[in-house]
């Protein structure tokens, strides 16, 4: 017979499905603007390119605010260990056997696979990996500033991280791509500039959920609708028409603005029966982008180059790869979920 604790914990661990509608749209456009080549315009792809990674941050941070109890850091770091840390090493060493497998056929060489060996140990990782570490040390700075409830050290930490940032900007990636022994240098830097970004996004989601509930019980569905369409609407002009230069501070108002405002739009329209399809798409968000850059991207380029005869990936056909990666995409989920998952972190 279940514990008391056991039904809690559950009742905690229960999926809320307006998150993971922001995660399955989230993740969707993240496949999307990987596989789109010069075709959705400028304005709209850097808007994507800056709400579509902070919004797994905004909504962690979102979770944790959501939760009456404290948890201490080091209960936090268990957890997320196994939900993020074992499935970085399994799927590193994955990605690293597919590797070898096109070096074989001659499609890389020997130094491409040491890079990606070093930036796995440095938790730079390979592709789309590098966003496990920095959600999972992002939460870890946050929640230890939040246990220690010094506003002196948020403020000195929040100094830190904006002055790193800036002189990490100002490491352009001009300077990144001058050499092979540049990018080595760079790659543990670019690690500590993931954790930077990471934890003010997840800060901003546990503040405004500690609100949301007054919000949204008191204001109709439309007043909602209006809420959100005005901050996705703040959060475009800002990323992609403002005319202000105000540094890092430009990249963080659309960051938090556009997932609280698709944050707020999914909860108004969590009910619509289209709405299944970016819900499996969230539970399954961290499996969709891992595969996705790693093989599927991967396989597309050779095959347009070397089947179709293309020497640029380019225009409307990146499409039809984006919609047979969905496709192909869902046998693997599958697999992961009912064969494989002890390398998601789960029993």
Same mark, same amino acid.
């Not at 404290?70 to 957890?79: A, D, F, G, P, V």
């Not at 056929?105 to 592709?127: A, P, Q």
């Given at each position: 017979?279940?514990?008391?604790?056991?039904?809690?914990?559950?009742? $905690?661990?229960?999926?809320?499905?307006?998150?993971?509608?922001?995660?399955?749209?989230? /993740?969707?456009?993240?496949?999307?603007?990987?596989?789109?080549?010069?075709?959705?315009?400028?304005?709209?792809?850097?808007?994507?390119? +800056?709400?579509?990674?902070?919004?797994? &941050?905004?909504?962690?941070?979102? /979770?944790?605010? #959501?939760?009456?109890?404290?948890?201490?850091?080091?209960?936090?770091?268990?957890?997320?260990?196994?939900?993020?840390?074992?499935?970085?090493?399994?799927?590193?060493?994955?990605? +690293?056997?597919?590797?070898?497998?096109?070096?074989?056929?001659?499609?890389?060489?020997? $130094?491409?696979?040491?890079?990606?060996?070093?930036?796995? #140990?440095?938790?730079?990782?390979?592709?789309?990996?590098?966003?496990?570490?920095?959600?999972?040390?992002?939460?870890?700075?946050?929640?230890?500033?939040?246990?220690?409830?010094?506003? +002196?050290?948020?403020?000195?930490?929040?100094?830190?991280?904006?002055?790193?940032?800036?002189?990490?900007?100002?490491?352009?990636?001009?300077?990144?791509? +001058?050499?092979?022994?540049?990018?080595?240098?760079?790659?543990?830097?670019?690690?500590?500039?993931?954790?930077?970004?990471?934890?003010? /996004?997840?800060? $901003?989601?546990?503040?405004?959920?500690?609100?949301?509930?007054?919000?949204?019980?008191?204001?109709?569905?439309?007043?909602?609708?209006? #809420?959100?369409?005005?901050?996705?609407?703040?959060?475009? &002009?800002?990323?992609?028409?403002?005319?202000?230069?105000?540094?890092?501070?430009?990249?963080?108002?659309?960051?938090? #603005?556009?997932?609280?405002?698709?944050?707020?739009?999914?909860?108004?329209?969590?009910?619509?029966?289209?709405?299944?399809?970016?819900?499996?798409?969230?539970?399954?968000?961290?499996?969709? $982008?891992?595969?996705?850059?790693?093989?599927?991207?991967?396989?597309?380029?050779?095959?347009?180059?070397?089947?179709?005869?293309?020497?640029?990936?380019?225009?409307?056909?990146?499409?039809?790869?984006?919609?047979?990666?969905?496709?192909?995409?869902?046998? /693997?989920?599958?697999?992961?979920?009912?064969?494989?998952?002890?390398?998601?972190?789960?029993?």
């Amino acid at each position: 017979m279940r514990s008391v604790r056991d039904i809690l914990i559950k009742i $905690m661990n229960k999926r809320l499905d307006y998150i993971d509608i922001l995660k399955g749209f989230s /993740i969707l456009c993240i496949v999307f603007i990987h596989f789109e080549e010069a075709v959705v315009p400028s304005w709209l792809k850097t808007w994507i390119g +800056l709400f579509m990674i902070s919004t797994f &941050y905004f909504t962690s941070g979102w /979770i944790l605010g #959501l939760r009456e109890e404290n948890i201490s850091l080091k209960e936090h770091l268990l957890k997320r260990w196994k939900s993020l840390g074992v499935p970085y090493l399994w799927f590193s060493g994955l990605i +690293l056997v597919f590797d070898l497998l096109l070096l074989l056929f001659g499609y890389y060489d020997w $130094m491409f696979i040491g890079r990606e060996v070093y930036k796995t #140990l440095v938790l730079r990782g390979i592709d789309t990996l590098w966003f496990l570490p920095a959600l999972f040390f992002g939460e870890l700075i946050f929640i230890y500033l939040k246990n220690k409830r010094s506003w +002196l050290l948020i403020f000195g930490a929040l100094l830190f991280t904006f002055v790193y940032m800036y002189l990490y900007g100002c490491w352009t990636s001009e300077y990144r791509n +001058l050499s092979v022994l540049n990018q080595i240098i760079d790659a543990p830097f670019y690690t500590i500039r993931n954790f930077m970004g990471a934890w003010p /996004i997840v800060a $901003m989601g546990y503040l405004f959920a500690k609100d949301y509930k007054r919000i949204l019980s008191c204001w109709s569905h439309w007043k909602i609708f209006l #809420l959100s369409f005005v901050l996705i609407c703040v959060s475009i &002009y800002f990323a992609s028409f403002s005319k202000l230069n105000l540094g890092v501070i430009s990249h963080f108002l659309p960051s938090v #603005l556009g997932p609280l405002g698709l944050l707020l739009l999914a909860k108004v329209v969590e009910r619509w029966r289209v709405m299944r399809f970016f819900v499996y798409w969230g539970c399954n968000s961290m499996v969709l $982008m891992i595969v996705h850059e790693a093989f599927f991207h991967e396989l597309s380029k050779i095959f347009d180059k070397y089947v179709l005869g293309y020497d640029i990936f380019w225009g409307e056909r990146t499409l039809v790869y984006f919609v047979i990666t969905i496709l192909l995409s869902y046998p /693997i989920v599958w697999f992961f979920n009912n064969r494989a998952r002890f390398m998601l972190g789960r029993k």
